[in-house]
């Protein structure tokens, strides 16, 4: 009698066992699903989207055609950094003009609430500047959908509102290069008009940019310079190199 009572309850126990792996086994493949949020990289296709915006509906990123476009991401409205970004943005648009930039802002929040927002923030004087206009959509993401397909849901940091992401995108609608800052330190705005200021000249001339580069500095070469042993003076003017790994090209190269 006691044998199989013992092997019944030996039954039970490994039965109890089993389960509760399996629950915390499939929890865990629930949660890791939960936070894999995969962060589109460098040289991928921009992942589309169609949302409502202040704008109207946009088509990201094919409604700017053969243009760089830069997508922006905001935790919430009516924060005082987000705030700060925003109207920079908006008095740098001249900037991006000349670039042939198209900003695109993601705010988690309501299409009703970023249009408050954006009524609010054309009225502010920030730096003794006189208001501006904010010409650039804001993107409803209310449901967070663009922001975890971005990959803009750090869930240690919030589960529900995005960090600060960055994405610039080519003609091509290539991402060229992608920044993160945490929710409480603003962006610089100047890194951005020189990131692609910098990312144009770079596939335009086939040349590289240095450390700390700006618009305007020496630029480095991929590969030595082939010297022409007749105007070797000339292009002794053009072109230097501190070491035999290391070209510059000098001149203007805005």
């Known amino acids: 009698m ?6 019944l309850v030996m039954v039970v126990f490994f039965f109890l066992q089993g ?15 939960d936070r894999n949020f995969r962060i589109p990289l460098i040289g991928e296709l921009a992942p589309s989207f169609t ?36 109207l920079e943005l908006a008095n740098l648009q001249p900037e991006f003009d000349k670039l042939g930039v198209q900003l695109v802002v993601v705010s988690v929040g309501a299409l009703s609430a970023h249009v408050q927002w954006k009524k609010a923030l054309e009225m ?56 993160f800052y945490p929710m409480n330190v ?34 480095l070469l991929p590969h030595p310079p082939k010297i022409d042993q007749n105007a070797q003076t000339a292009q002794a003017d053009e072109y230097y190199n501190p070491i035999w790994f290391m070209w510059f090209k000098k001149g203007n190269h805005e």
Request: neutral net charge; proline residues 6%.
């Open 2 to 7: 006691k044998k199989p009572l013992l092997l």
């Open 19 to 33: 389960f509760s792996q399996a629950g915390t086994t499939a929890n865990k493949v629930k949660s890791d699903e």
């Open 51 to 86: 949302a409502e915006s202040t704008n109207g509906t946009i088509n990201f990123p094919s409604d700017y055609g053969h243009k760089w476009k830069i997508l922006l991401s905001h935790p919430q409205d009516f924060t005082p950094v987000c705030s700060t970004e925003v």
């Open 124 to 179: 502010v004087k920030l730096k003794d500047r006189e208001p501006v206009k904010i010409k650039f959509p804001l993107v409803d993401d209310e449901n967070i959908v663009i922001s975890k397909e971005y990959g803009m849901i750090h869930p240690e940091t919030n589960s529900t509102k995005s960090v600060r992401g960055v994405f610039i995108v080519d003609p091509n609608d290539i991402i060229q290069a992608i920044y």
């Open 186 to 219: 603003g962006r610089s705005t100047d890194e951005l008009v020189r990131m692609v200021t910098a990312l144009q000249i770079a596939n335009r001339d086939k040349v590289l940019t240095p450390v700390n580069w700006k618009a305007g500095n020496d630029v």
